[in-house]
C-alpha cells in the first residue's frame, strides 16, 4: 500500500511568490490535514480537509489556503511568500475522524523562501 | 485545546529500555493518548494510541496512569534508530487538529 507523497520535496522561492505543494492521501483515506513544522515553532495545524470541504482551520493568515479534489488529492498554497514561511510542509492523511484513528505523514515538502 | 508536558530531552544506553513520561492533566474522557515520533529529516510516524488500558504493540507499550493524568511511553529495548522526536498527543474524537507540542528529544548512545 503506497503512502502519502507529497510533491515536490524541496522548492525554493522569493519572497513575494506563490507556491502550491501536493499531496496524495493514502487509497481509500478521506481526510488530509496539512501542517507547518518550523524549528521556532515547531508542527503546527494548517487545515483539514474531508470529502472536497475544509473542516477545520489553524490560526494562519490567508495567504495559506488549501483545497480537496474528488479523488482526495490535496493541494495547498501559500501567495505572496514571506522569508518566514521558509519550513517543512507536511501532509498527513486519515480515514475518518475518532479518537482512536491514525495520521499517516507524508515526508513532507521543504520550502525555502530567499 | 487539552495540551501535554514532556521533558524536552532523555537519553538512553542502547539496548536499555527507556521510559518516556507525558503528563496531561487537563485531559477530557474522550481523548485518546497518541504518540508519535519524528526521525531526522522524515514526517512524524505513529507510534501507539490507547483509551484508558495499557496497550502493547511491537514498536512499544503505553501505560496509562488510573486517573488517566499521565501516560508513558515504553520502548523495551532501545536501538540506535529509536532516536527522534517524541510527541505525545491528545486526541479529541472528530478532530485531526493535533496539537504537538515540543516533544521529547530521545538519544540513544551506543
Known amino acids: 500500500k503506497a503512502g502519502v507523497t507529497q510533491t515536490p520535496r524541496y522548492l525554493i522561492k522569493t519572497r513575494g511568490q506563490q507556491v502550491t505543494l501536493s499531496c496524495s492521501p493514502i487509497?481509500?483515506?478521506?481526510?488530509v490535514s496539512w501542517y507547518q513544522q518550523t524549528p521556532g515553532q515547531g508542527l503546527q495545524f494548517l487545515f483539514e480537509?474531508?470529502?472536497?470541504?475544509?473542516?477545520n482551520k489553524g490560526n494562519f493568515p490567508g495567504r495559506f489556503s488549501g483545497r480537496q479534489f474528488s479523488n482526495s488529492r490535496s493541494e495547498m498554497n501559500v501567495s505572496t511568500l514571506e522569508l518566514g514561511d521558509s519550513a517543512l510542509y507536511l501532509c498527513a492523511s486519515s480515514l475518518v475522524f475518532s479518537g482512536a484513528n491514525v495520521l499517516t505523514f507524508g515526508a513532507g515538502s521543504r520550502l525555502t523562501v530567499l | 485545546d487539552a495540551k501535554t508536558t514532556q521533558p524536552n530531552s532523555m537519553e538512553s544506553n542502547e539496548e536499555e529500555p527507556v521510559h518516556l513520561p507525558c503528563n496531561h492533566s487537563t485531559i477530557s474522557g474522550t481523548d485518546y493518548i497518541h504518540w508519535y515520533r519524528q526521525l531526522p529529516s522524515q514526517g512524524p510516524e505513529y507510534v501507539i494510541h490507547?483509551?484508558?488500558s495499557n496497550v502493547n504493540n511491537r514498536m512499544a507499550s503505553l501505560a496509562i496512569a488510573e486517573d488517566r493524568k499521565s501516560s508513558t511511553l515504553i520502548l523495551h529495548r532501545a536501538t540506535l534508530r529509536d532516536a527522534a522526536v517524541y510527541y505525545c498527543i491528545l486526541r479529541a474524537p472528530g478532530a485531526n487538529n493535533l496539537f504537538f507540542g515540543t516533544g521529547t528529544r530521545l538519544t540513544v548512545i551506543p
Open positions: 480537509y474531508f470529502s472536497e470541504t475544509q473542516r
Open positions: 487509497s481509500g483515506h478521506r481526510s
Open positions: 490507547g483509551l484508558t
